[in-house]
């Protein structure tokens, strides 16, 4: 079997202690499956600033661009609030993002029943939710031009920003969702703002189009952005996958995440292109929450989110599906047994720490596949 290169950049403050936890299940299941996961570390972040004065050097930009997949614990923390604006350490992500071009960002939201309890949303409402969010991340608002603040005269400025969408960028985003929607229910839920806005008209067109032209099995519904975070807060199981712009995307995905409880249990996925040979993507895969640096080095995170960021590596990235399935389900029972860190403990629940987690999910995963 070929090697599965990994890149794992654990980053500041919780990071290294979450990505620890996936270090176990990795060497578990090459040892036991000869999964042949081949594992190189290197800096982001504030650690790789503290070492190299870059937020992420050019030998490990590298790297990642050779890897199969990223694997990326969070950057940040208060002992770099001072550092130059381009070396911060959220500078080290964004550089990766960008020179991976990873133009598709997947938020799944999953409710696992154990924790329906947790959220701010009625149990029945929640319970069992497993929908993704398909965020295009690299066109939009956040990067058209002209974006600018110009004094107007009269004590006056405007400010401009600036709604740009080709047609290759929604083709290729819709295209993702489509592919992604058959290997789940086969539905996409595609929102803009047609109504009111030009780049909302073309986005609409292009998303009909692309279905019409490739994936007409897939059920294709559309609905205003507004309409639509209305919809994910009365009735969210209606969706199986949502596709939308990198504004509406922000928001909804946050929504979403929202619905299903704690930070430290939301995973993501950052796709890029096709490899025009190998028919790869270059992936990166990251918890939702940043580096926590009010509990770093306590040994009291919660793992989840990267060991659910793994999952997802294993599932878009090496087509292991059964074992990203098992980790998803160990993740499950560990929560149904009542095991849970202390930003999701509830009354009556043991609580434990980062590596009890860790452990606990690893025995399920040992326990399904060995
Ligand atoms: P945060 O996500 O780090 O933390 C918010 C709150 O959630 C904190 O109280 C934290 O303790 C808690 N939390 C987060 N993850 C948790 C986990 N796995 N287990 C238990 N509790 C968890 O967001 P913040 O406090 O706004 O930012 C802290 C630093 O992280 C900043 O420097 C910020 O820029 C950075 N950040 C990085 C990323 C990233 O690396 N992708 C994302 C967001 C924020």
Request: aromatic share 6%; hydrophobic share 45%.
């Amino acid at each position: 079997m070929p090697a599965r290169k990994i890149f794992l950049l654990p980053g500041d403050g919780i990071g290294p202690e979450t990505t620890a936890e996936v270090t176990k299940i990795m060497d578990w299941m090459n040892a036991s499956l000869s999964s042949g996961f081949e594992v190189e570390s290197g800096l982001v972040g504030g650690a790789a600033y503290d070492e190299h004065g870059e937020a992420v050097s050019d030998a490990d930009m590298e790297k990642a661009l050779a890897a199969d997949a990223v694997l990326f614990g969070a950057v940040g923390g208060p002992k770099w609030d001072d550092v130059p604006y381009e070396k911060r350490p959220e500078a080290g992500l964004l550089r990766l993002r960008k020179d991976l071009a990873l133009f598709a960002n997947l938020r799944p939201a999953i409710c696992y029943p154990a924790l329906a309890d947790s959220s701010s949303l009625r149990k029945d409402v929640v319970e069992g939710l497993d929908i993704l969010i398909v965020r295009e991340l690299t066109g939009g608002v956040y990067f058209g031009e002209p974006k600018t603040i110009t004094d107007i005269g009269n004590g006056q400025k405007r400010a401009i920003d600036t709604q740009v969408y080709d047609t290759y960028e929604i083709e290729r985003i819709s295209g993702v969702a489509f592919e992604l929607a058959r290997t789940r229910s086969n539905r996409v839920c595609s929102m803009e703002k047609r109504n009111v806005m030009k780049s909302g008209v073309l986005w609409n067109e292009v998303v009909s189009q692309t279905h019409k032209a490739n994936y007409s099995d897939v059920e294709l519904t559309h609905m205003l952005a507004d309409a639509g975070g209305m919809q994910l807060v009365r009735w969210p199981k209606q969706f199986d996958v949502i596709v939308t712009d990198n504004l509406f995307g922000d928001m909804l995905s946050d929504v979403a995440a929202m619905l299903t409880g704690s930070l430290g249990m939301l995973p993501s996925a950052s796709l890029g292109a096709p490899d025009g040979v190998t028919g790869k993507r270059k992936a990166m895969y990251e918890p939702v929450h940043g580096s926590a640096p009010d509990i770093a080095g306590q040994g009291i995170a919660n793992p989840i989110a990267m060991i659910a960021s793994f999952a997802m590596m294993l599932r878009y990235s090496f087509e292991m599906i059964d074992e990203a399935n098992a980790v998803e389900k160990a993740i499950a029972n560990v929560l149904d047994k009542g095991i849970r860190t202390g930003d999701i403990w509830t009354e009556g629940a043991q609580k434990v720490s980062t590596a009890e987690m860790g452990d606990a999910v690893l025995a399920e995963v040992q326990a399904l596949l060995g």
